[in-house]
């Protein structure tokens, strides 16, 4: 199989699962998210140039923070937010803050729903496809007009003129994808949020990507052929998700 069919296809079913747990069958999401967010940290902590790296300490804080955030007793929490500061006074506090930075965003959206913020996980299914279609017009453009570095110490291959075709395209297609979701979509809130989400989108991007090359590695894991691992297919939404429900907090609510 080419790489390009390679990436054709679980790209395919990527997108597939993602729609399957989001909207298909919501109840599978936050088994989905749980499993992710594992990956996610996992890899990261490989990206570690540190030596002598205990991931045993880390894979702790992932199960800490999950079983305090499903707990439904309170010494269940307290024990969980004690271990989880244990093992940030042991563990190495940069690699800390990652692992911290790749669970927020799966923590937040199953908060939001579970409390009521969000109504359905409709909008972090839109969050995924603003950034699906962000990728696509970036690489489109990119690779047709693509001349001005965006960040070329951090990501060569990005250009200001890909980044520009990115957000466009977001903002221009969710006007047909936004009310298939949404019954109250309002045009103009939707454009922003589309322009808001693709930009911070990139961000995640460049910080995974600055992460990889301190690493020197090409990609954060190999659990999707073609792809990489979670982390490279996630570092989108890791950062684009809280940005996108404070846009939507301060809007809407």
């Known amino acids: 199989m080419s790489e390009l069919a390679q990436r054709s296809l679980f790209g395919a079913l990527y997108v597939a699962l993602v729609v399957l747990c989001l909207k298909v069958y919501s109840p599978l999401a936050p088994s ?56 940030l006074s042991l563990a190495l506090e940069k690699a800390t803050w990652r692992v911290l930075y790749v669970l927020q965003p799966f923590v937040i959206s199953i908060f939001a729903i579970e409390s009521g913020l969000l109504p359905t996980y409709d909008f972090v299914l839109m969050v995924f496809i603003l950034i699906w279609l962000n990728d696509s017009g970036a690489y489109l453009f990119g690779r047709s007009f693509g001349k001005t570095k965006l960040a070329p110490t951090v990501s060569p291959k990005k ?16 006007l047909i994808i936004f009310p298939l979701l949404f019954d109250d979509s309002y045009w103009l809130y939707s454009i922003f949020a589309a322009i808001l989400i693709g930009s911070a989108a990139t961000v995640g991007d460049l910080i995974q990507s600055k992460m990889k090359r301190k690493a020197g590695v090409k990609d954060s894991g190999k659990i999707l052929p073609g792809h990489g691992g979670a982390f490279d297919r996630l570092d989108s939404f890791i950062f684009a998700l809280p940005v996108a429900l404070l846009f939507y907090l301060v809007t809407y609510l």
Request: proline residues 3%; hydrophobic residues 60%; aromatic residues 16%.
């Open 32 to 87: 989905l998210f749980v499993l992710l967010s594992l990956l996610c940290v996992i890899e990261v902590i490989q990206l570690s140039t540190i030596k002598r790296l205990n991931l045993g300490w880390f894979i702790g804080i992932w199960l800490l923070t999950w079983a305090a955030f499903y707990a439904p007793i309170s010494p269940f929490i307290t024990a969980g937010a004690l271990g989880l500061l244990y093992s």
């Open 159 to 174: 250009t200001w003129e890909g980044f520009l075709g990115g957000i466009t395209t977001a903002a221009g297609l969710q």
